[in-house]
C-alpha cells in the first residue's frame, strides 16, 4: 500500500469510499472546499500509483494542534492495519508542521475505531452529545498528546 496526498482526480474515488463508509458523508463541495483550504492535508491510501482508492483521511493544522476530521478505509480493506497506516501518516506529517497534540471525534457506538485510535496512544477527553446525525449520536472526543521533554 502506498500513501499520498490526494489530488482533485481521487475525487470520485474518495466519494466512493466515503459512501459505502458514512450514513452522513461528506459532500463532494466539502471534500474540494478541504482540498482548497491550506490548513488541510488530504491522504489517499492505494495498492500502487495506478490502483483505485482504498482509504483517505484528513487533517486540519493550527498552530501546534491537529484535527483529524476524517478517517475511512473501503470495507473490502479492513481489518489489515491500513486505518492506523492512515493515521500515523497523519500524524507523521503534522508533526514536520510543528504539531504536539491531536484530536478527533468518533462515534460512541464506533468500537472498532476507538480500538484503534486507542491502540495509537489517544486517550477520551470529552463527549460531543447529539454530534452525529444519521443516526443521532454522541461523539467520543480523543486525544494524543507529544510526551513534553524532561530538561
Known amino acids: 500500500m502506498m500513501i499520498r496526498p490526494m489530488t482533485a482526480e481521487d475525487m470520485d474515488a474518495v466519494l466512493i469510499v466515503e459512501n459505502a463508509c458514512f450514513t452522513d458523508p461528506w459532500s463532494r463541495k466539502s471534500f474540494e472546499d478541504s482540498l482548497n483550504e491550506p490548513s488541510a492535508h488530504l491522504l489517499v491510501m492505494a495498492e500502487d ?16 494542534e491537529g484535527e483529524i476530521v476524517n478517517v475511512a478505509v473501503a470495507p473490502e480493506y479492513r481489518q489489515k492495519g491500513y486505518g492506523g497506516a492512515l493515521v500515523r501518516a497523519l500524524m507523521t506529517l503534522g508533526a514536520s508542521l510543528g504539531e504536539k497534540r491531536f484530536f478527533l471525534e468518533v462515534r460512541a457506538g464506533n468500537t ?3 480500538r484503534l485510535y486507542g491502540s495509537l496512544g489517544f486517550e477520551m477527553c470529552g463527549i460531543r452529545k447529539g454530534f452525529y446525525t444519521n443516526p ?7 486525544m494524543w498528546e507529544k510526551a513534553p521533554v524532561c530538561q
Open 136 to 142: 443521532k449520536e454522541d461523539a467520543v472526543v480523543m
Open 49 to 64: 500509483a495506478k490502483a483505485e482508492v482504498t482509504g483517505y483521511c484528513c487533517l486540519y493544522h493550527a498552530l501546534d
Open 112 to 114: 472498532a475505531g476507538k
